[in-house]
């Protein structure tokens, strides 16, 4: 069986990447200043997101007006394959370009639309998402930050946490509650927050993956007064956005498992074989589940895709977060496995094809290993999304 896109798709694919070819930052840009993450924008990175937001291919599928190009399904697939292919990524503030400017277009007034989305699709404003709080994660409906409508503002108070990004955004997108008396999930609205407010604090912290690396933040609010038309949706329907958001992080997030684990195979591979250690038994054996994992993976995303171009919903999401985040995981600890104590050396990393490429595919086996637990904790763990499969897949009681 041959799996191959119509002629069309394929058109679409070789445009953007005779663009890339033309466009994407070459090796002499900045590969010093390479952001490792939010924490040092260099001005290249703001540019080349502005060239692609121009070119209409930031977010193919908007408008132009939105860096866009009306393209299909499909047509945004290959783009983000192409993407993926070559490690590079679109934005600096991956959060602000696939969580929060989706959202304002999806529920933002017009106004919210041409002061928050369009500039932070144009890399001139870059956004937070205010979610978790510490003791509101996994059950989100919990979150206690509270805002009280006093006249044309929302008075906040409370507590953030994992907030990435936040110390370098101008704005949060925070959900808080405004009606303590409602059920849980009723009485959540969603505001953008400018984050020069009075009385707003971020505190960066660093994570397991490098102390040094300070993306997350906790973000405190004492009595911060945010105008009532950054109310984005409606009062008390902040739930709404909230599902929604989620939503446009998760569709294809599985094709960047199955990048991870292509990488794992290419370079996990050539490294095993320089190191003499590929004709072991059992390290043959685990290569061999990759190899089949990344596959498996990649016709199970493909299979959402085509339900997802007919209109209708895939079940299957649940899996490809939890197959795609574990199956990379393992494949990571595995590679230490096999290297033994080389794999701990953090100057056993790969050299970056160019300026764009992600950190993670160039980290040492170590870091790659640590960073594997964004992958099966943030949007969802990997028990909560046993959770949803158990219910929703399998149809099992609660
Ligand atoms: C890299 C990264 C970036 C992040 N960025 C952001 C961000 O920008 N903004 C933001 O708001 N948040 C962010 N988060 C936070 C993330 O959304 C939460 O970590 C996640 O939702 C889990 O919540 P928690 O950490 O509070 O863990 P908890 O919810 O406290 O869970 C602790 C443990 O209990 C398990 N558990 C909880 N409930 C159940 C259940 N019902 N059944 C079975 N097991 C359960 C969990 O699986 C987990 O193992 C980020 C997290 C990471 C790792």
Same mark, same amino acid.
Request: aromatic share 8%; charged share 25%; glycine share 8%.
């Given at each position: 069986?041959?799996?191959?896109?119509?002629?069309?798709?394929?058109?679409?694919? $070789?445009?953007?990447?005779?663009?890339?070819?033309?466009?994407?930052?070459?090796?002499?840009? @900045?590969?010093?200043?390479?952001?490792?993450?939010?924490?040092?924008?260099?001005?290249? %990175?703001?540019?080349?997101?502005?060239?692609? =937001?121009?070119?209409?291919?930031?977010?193919?599928?908007?408008?132009?007006?939105?860096?866009?190009?009306? %393209?299909?399904?499909?047509?945004?697939? +290959?783009?983000?394959?192409?993407?993926?292919?070559?490690?590079?990524?679109?934005?600096?503030?991956p959060q602000g370009?696939s969580i929060i400017?989706p959202s304002l277009? +999806?529920f933002?007034?017009?106004?919210?639309?041409?002061?928050?989305?369009?500039?932070?699709?144009?890399?001139?404003?870059?956004a937070a998402l205010g979610m978790s709080e510490p003791d509101a994660g996994s059950d989100l409906a919990s979150l206690r930050t509270r805002a009280?409508?006093?006249?044309?503002?929302?008075?906040l108070?409370g507590q953030k946490v994992w907030t990435s990004g936040a110390?370098?955004a101008?704005v949060i997108l925070a959900f808080v509650r405004t009606?303590?008396?409602?059920?849980p999930h009723?009485?959540i609205s969603c505001l953008v927050v400018?984050?020069?407010?009075? &009385?707003?604090?971020? $505190?960066?912290?660093?994570?397991? +993956?490098?102390?040094?690396?300070?993306?997350f933040n906790e973000v405190?609010f004492?009595?911060?007064?945010?105008?009532?038309?950054?109310?984005v949706g409606?009062?008390?329907?902040g739930w709404r956005v909230a599902t929604r958001s989620l939503g446009h992080e998760r569709?294809?997030?599985?094709?960047? =498992?199955?990048?991870?684990?292509?990488?794992?195979?290419?370079?996990?591979?050539?490294? #095993?074989?320089?190191?003499?250690?590929?004709?072991? @038994?059992?390290?043959?054996?685990?290569? &061999?589940?990759?190899?089949?994992?990344?596959?498996?993976? $990649?016709?199970?995303?493909?299979?959402?895709?085509?339900?997802?171009?007919?209109?209708?919903?895939?079940?299957?999401?649940?899996?490809?977060?939890?197959?795609?985040?574990?199956?990379?995981?393992? &494949?990571?600890? $595995?590679?230490?496995? %096999?290297?033994?104590?080389?794999? #701990?050396?953090?100057?056993?990393?790969?050299?970056? #094809?160019?300026?764009?490429?992600?950190?993670?595919?160039?980290?040492?086996?170590?870091?790659?290993?640590?960073?594997?637990?964004?992958?099966?904790i943030a949007g969802g763990t990997?028990?909560i999304?046993?959770?949803?499969?158990?219910?929703?897949?399998?149809?099992?009681?609660?």
């Amino acid at each position: 069986m041959r799996l191959r896109f119509d002629e069309p798709t394929e058109a679409f694919r $070789r445009e953007f990447v005779a663009w890339l070819a033309e466009n994407a930052p070459d090796e002499a840009t @900045a590969l010093s200043e390479r952001p490792r993450s939010t924490a040092h924008i260099p001005g290249w %990175a703001r540019e080349w997101q502005r060239t692609l =937001f121009d070119a209409g291919w930031l977010v193919p599928g908007n408008p132009p007006e939105y860096g866009g190009r009306n %393209a299909s399904l499909l047509q945004v697939f +290959v783009h983000l394959e192409e993407m993926g292919r070559r490690h590079i990524y679109p934005s600096f503030n991956p959060q602000g370009l696939s969580i929060i400017a989706p959202s304002l277009l +999806v529920f933002g007034t017009e106004q919210q639309k041409q002061r928050f989305a369009v500039p932070i699709l144009r890399a001139e404003k870059t956004a937070a998402l205010g979610m978790s709080e510490p003791d509101a994660g996994s059950d989100l409906a919990s979150l206690r930050t509270r805002a009280v409508l006093d006249g044309d503002r929302f008075v906040l108070n409370g507590q953030k946490v994992w907030t990435s990004g936040a110390h370098d955004a101008d704005v949060i997108l925070a959900f808080v509650r405004t009606d303590p008396e409602a059920p849980p999930h009723k009485g959540i609205s969603c505001l953008v927050v400018p984050t020069d407010s009075p &009385g707003l604090t971020r $505190r960066p912290f660093g994570s397991i +993956v490098s102390p040094d690396d300070l993306d997350f933040n906790e973000v405190f609010f004492d009595d911060v007064e945010v105008p009532a038309e950054n109310l984005v949706g409606e009062l008390h329907q902040g739930w709404r956005v909230a599902t929604r958001s989620l939503g446009h992080e998760r569709a294809m997030l599985w094709l960047g =498992f199955a990048e991870r684990i292509d990488d794992l195979i290419d370079q996990g591979g050539s490294e #095993l074989v320089a190191l003499g250690l590929d004709d072991d @038994a059992l390290t043959l054996d685990w290569f &061999g589940d990759l190899v089949v994992d990344a596959h498996a993976l $990649r016709l199970l995303g493909y299979r959402t895709l085509a339900k997802a171009r007919r209109g209708v919903e895939a079940t299957e999401q649940s899996i490809l977060k939890l197959f795609g985040s574990e199956a990379s995981q393992a &494949g990571a600890l $595995r590679m230490l496995d %096999a290297l033994g104590p080389d794999g #701990l050396d953090p100057d056993r990393r790969s050299a970056p #094809l160019n300026p764009l490429h992600e950190a993670a595919f160039t980290a040492s086996w170590w870091e790659r290993y640590l960073r594997s637990f964004a992958g099966t904790i943030a949007g969802g763990t990997s028990q909560i999304q046993r959770n949803i499969i158990a219910e929703r897949v399998l149809g099992l009681p609660r």
